[in-house]
């Protein structure tokens, strides 16, 4: 949800914006109105408050170093900036140069860190303060607007479970019974012939051929996606041909955007009618400012880049392609053939793949059978993780143990073996100086690039890499969807079958492949007494070599000794751990009943955790799974506003380490808040963020200001002082 | 590896305005015939699958573009990745018949394919049910005289259709797309699907003291 807003950074290095339809119910550019947009929603379900706004009635008393003016189009200060979101600086590796910034200057054992709890209460107490007084000019404001909201059911209806229908996320919640219905009608995915249908559905994917041949269509039978085909490859090559330039996007009015990707011989397009996707586009803008594009300003790249969500949609897809192709791959094919059909290399589970991505890239839903429901969160999880910048999740263990696993892993590079003692047959002309002078004798894991440890939800535990190369957290996320679409393909995970997949990683090197190998294990079968549930592991080692597949099985094996001998001989062994992290309900450990759901995420090594989905809802239904979806994306989109100099000059008066390090991060402190009703009930979304987190929560219940920030800063303190165990550090280098 | 046995050419129809091209492509793909005329707004897009030789499965992106003179600035999104092409012509009109060299060497300057020589074409007379008074007088030798021409002739298969009564549609289409199969099977033998053996392995600089020793 967006609000009405003064500035037009139009941010042109990249995305030309083509607009057409351009009918914009355009209120008055002063932001003095409410921050509800009609223009946007049919019928408005949300109020969305941000600071921004609230800003400009209750600035004066609440942040008074700030302009009240906030509606003059050259407000200097920079409170519409939004949650920094680096895309300018490009996506993070997950073995960042960037190592953790502590809390407390030399402050390494988890000892430690617990005498620093009462200090962390005392500090934080003006800040609680300010953010609460803040807060609470943003709740008077809202209920100012509160009023114009129009409910799906009565207000005086007593608090029931709210359907995502009744909250309007998408378009058309009226015309159907229940979720299911809207589900199937709009959502699911369908190859059916039937054009009706096909064009009632919110979300389209193509890929096609520069030649306008399908590759890929997320709905749809052939029959029917043909013309499309052609109408997009004329629309791109008459961009391309006649104005030189590539086309970005077309709006349609407010309802839908179309996006396209160049990425010759393909063409990659999103067509789009959900509101949280196009949120940026709908600031009140005129059509001069559109023509006259300004300068872009660093502080507005973030908030206006436009269509960077469905761009990064199509990367994914287009990542998928490399993945499994590679550049050079597709680029012969379509050498000196332009007619080329690419679908002739790709497999039905390449096709699979492409529509479990679409479902999860969109609406963070799995690729369901019909009368299938949801069994795991894993789509979500995914979801949440590109929502956040292509961050990833991490498990809760105890340092020392991470440490354990990462020597472990260093270890399997100094195995020497004999030669005639490996499976493998040995390529003679690829002998290392190693062998030739230790007579016979060579690294098992001399080609071994990366390796990882995960749990069976694709979370990583522990990390080994090269000195001089990184993965991406794109590329990872490549490597994890591969390998569950691979287990899914081999059927019930028996742990017997080890996987081999030449796996092209299109950030670490588009042009050539590397070799994946995966064996899963189950760790509980190792601990005495046997534990009730399993404990599913994975060890992934990323060898350079085609022909090492024996030598990885070797070294896995290795590994495998390795972990389980810590687990009866310790007291802490991995299987508890992981058993007590899966439990883990940190909402309840630290007593903040009213948040249900939270995120929390380390900018630095741009990780994440979130508590687990079932605790907002007391299910895994796709309403709530929607619910968050819809909730987080606003909260995340939404632009924050920069908490300024009270707070700042709070933290000056005091000294010491923790205090300096607290001031420079409230330098960069945003917050936003919102607030969506519906069947009577409402839900409060609540962010905040500085330089190094960025804390998003979730209340369905009454939910006072006091408590919400109280909740959000012991939440936050609490992720602070178990960054160690919560995070997954920088894992090992050889 | 191959995940579909279905291959898909994109067919484009070519010729002078009022030909009837769409026409053409409503009766084979539709089995319907209009009396209006309405001209071709760019370009229109329709699918039509068939079995060739009993056991080809084919589908056929047909590629109906505009004939009007003002809508030539599309023309490379079109031609581009065209497997085969169709040149339509008016029996009753002569100026259509003499065009389609022009219109040829439109499609193979714009569509830019790697041998001309071997590009699958042909050539439909269309509107063969009018009065023979109508037609182009002598015209079989006129066409001879196009199709035979050593210099830049239209050496392709002819069709003399009606649109209007579905007389040659089928079999004008049954044979550009095995003409266009042909080729398609020929280019396959020459460059075959590279996807292969994912044989290109990176070459990994690591740097020797970091590549193992670790001691």
């Known amino acids: ?734 | 590896m191959s995940g579909r046995k279905k291959t898909l050419l994109k067919v484009i129809i070519l010729g002078d305005s009022g030909v009837g091209k769409t026409s053409l492509m409503q009766q084979f793909v539709n089995n319907k015939f209009s009396h209006q005329y309405k001209a071709t707004i760019g370009a229109d897009f329709l699918t039509k699958e068939i079995t060739i030789d009993s056991n080809k499965q084919v589908t056929l992106q047909i590629w109906d573009t505009a004939g009007q003179e003002r809508f030539q600035s599309l023309g490379v999104a079109f031609y581009r990745g065209a497997d085969c092409c169709v040149l339509c012509y008016d029996v009753t009109n002569e100026k259509s018949l003499n065009n389609l060299t022009s219109w040829k060497d439109e499609f193979l300057v714009q569509s830019n394919v790697s041998n001309p020589q071997d590009f699958p074409f042909i050539i439909i007379g269309n509107k063969i049910d009018v009065d023979d008074s109508k037609k182009i007088p002598s015209l079989q030798k006129k066409l001879q005289n196009i199709t035979n021409n050593q210099l830049g002739g239209l050496n392709y298969p002819v069709f003399e259709t009606s649109a209007k009564d579905a007389i040659n549609v089928e079999s004008a289409f049954e044979v550009i797309a095995k003409m266009a199969l042909q080729q398609e099977e020929l280019n396959d033998a020459n460059g075959n699907d590279v996807s292969d053996d994912y044989n290109d392995a990176i070459n990994i600089h690591l740097e020797s003291e970091s590549s193992g020793c670790a001691c």
């Not at chain 1, 090197?509 to 599913?536: A, C, I, M």
């Open chain 1, 1 to 734: 949800m967006k609000d009405v807003h003064p500035k037009n950074p139009e941010n042109s290095d990249q995305h030309e914006t083509i607009k057409f339809n351009t009918s914009f119910i355009s209120p008055s550019k002063l932001v003095s109105g409410p921050s509800i947009s009609p223009a946007k929603f049919p019928s408005v379900p949300t109020t969305a408050v941000n600071l921004e706004n609230a800003g400009s009635i209750n600035a004066a008393d609440l942040l008074p170093s700030q302009s009240s003016h906030t509606s003059s189009t050259e407000v200097p200060d920079s409170s519409h900036l939004r949650v920094a979101n680096n895309h300018s600086s490009g996506r993070f590796s997950l073995a960042s140069e960037n190592s953790y910034v502590p809390s407390i200057a030399g402050l390494t054992s988890e000892d430690e860190e617990d005498d620093r709890e009462d200090n962390n209460i005392e500090t934080s107490h003006n800040e609680e303060e300010d953010l609460q007084s803040i807060l609470n000019g943003l709740i008077r404001h809202e209920n100012h607007f509160n009023g114009q909201i129009s409910h799906r059911n009565s207000l005086s209806s007593p608090r029931q479970e709210i359907s995502f229908l009744d909250l309007n996320i998408f378009p058309n919640s009226e015309t159907v019974q229940n979720g299911e219905e809207y589900y199937n009608k709009y959502i699911r995915i369908s190859k059916d012939e039937d054009e009706a249908a096909f064009v009632e559905k919110l979300k389209h994917f193509f890929i096609l051929s520069s030649a306008g041949k399908p590759v890929f269509s997320m709905h749809g039978a052939d029959d029917i996606i043909m013309g499309y085909m052609g109408i997009i490859t004329t629309i791109v090559s008459t961009f391309e041909e006649n104005m030189k330039e590539e086309i970005k996007s077309i709006t349609v009015g407010d309802r839908i955007k179309i996006v396209a990707i160049n990425k010759n011989p393909l063409i990659l397009v999103a067509v789009s009618q959900i509101s949280y996707e196009m949120m940026s586009f709908t600031h009140n803008e005129s059509v001069e400012e559109e023509l006259h594009p300004r300068p872009n300003s660093l502080e507005d790249h973030d908030s206006d880049s436009d269509d960077l969500i469905l761009i990064n949609q199509l990367n994914t897809l287009y990542n998928y392609l490399l993945s499994i192709l590679s550049k050079p791959t597709i680029e012969k094919n379509f050498h000196n053939r332009m007619n080329y059909d690419l679908r002739r290399v790709l497999t039905p589970l390449d096709f699979h793949n492409f529509e479990a991505l679409c479902l999860k890239l969109t609406y963070g839903l799995p690729l369901l059978k019909e009368g299938e429901k949801i069994s795991d969160t894993s789509s979500f999880d995914f979801y949440i993780g590109e929502l956040l910048d292509s961050s990833i999740q991490s498990v809760k263990i105890r340092n020392t143990t991470r440490n354990r696993l990462n020597n472990i892993f260093l270890s399997c590079k100094r195995i020497k073996v004999k030669e005639d003692d490996l499976d493998s047959e040995v390529n003679s002309d690829s002998v290392s100086f190693f062998s030739k002078a230790e007579d016979q004798e060579r690294y098992l894991g001399e080609d071994l690039l990366f390796s990882f440890l995960t749990t069976s939800s694709n979370r990583i535990l522990s990390f080994m890499k090269p000195r001089n190369h990184t993965l991406s957290n794109e590329d990872l996320k490549i490597l994890f969807s591969m390998i569950s679409s691979a287990e899914m393909q081999s059927g019930d995970s028996e742990f017997t079958e080890d996987l081999w997949i030449p796996l092209c990683m299109p950030n670490f090197n588009p042009n050539g492949f590397l070799y994946v190998f995966v064996r899963k294990f189950d760790l509980s079968e190792y601990v005495e007494p046997r534990p009730t549930v399993s404990q599913p592991l994975s060890i992934i080692l990323i060898s350079s070599n085609k022909n090492t597949f024996f030598k990885m099985r070797e070294i896995s094996r290795y590994i495998i000794t390795k972990i389980v001998k810590g687990e009866n001989s310790r007291n802490n062994p991995l299987s508890r751990e992981l058993l007590e992290s899966t439990k883990l309900s940190i909402l309840n450990d630290i007593r903040v009943p009213a948040i249900k759901h939270f995120i929390y995420k380390l900018k630095c090594s741009n990780q994440f955790i979130m508590n687990d989905m079932v605790y907002y809802n007391n299910d895994r239904s796709m309403n709530t799974l929607l619910q968050l979806v819809y909730f987080y994306s606003i909260l995340h989109n939404s632009k924050a506003t920069k908490i300024k100099s009270k707070l700042k000059a709070t933290y000056n008066h005091e000294t010491g380490l923790v205090r300096q390090i607290n001031s420079s991060r409230s330098e960069s402190k945003k917050l936003t808040y919102t607030r969506w009703n519906g069947a009577g009930t409402s839900v409060t979304g609540f962010m905040l963020s500085d330089d190094v987190y960025e804390f998003y929560c979730l209340s369905n219940e009454e939910i006072g200001s006091k408590d919400l920030i109280a909740n959000s800063l012991k939440i936050i303190q609490w992720c602070e002082k178990y960054r160690k165990r919560l995070f997954l550090g920088e894992g090992v280098t050889f």
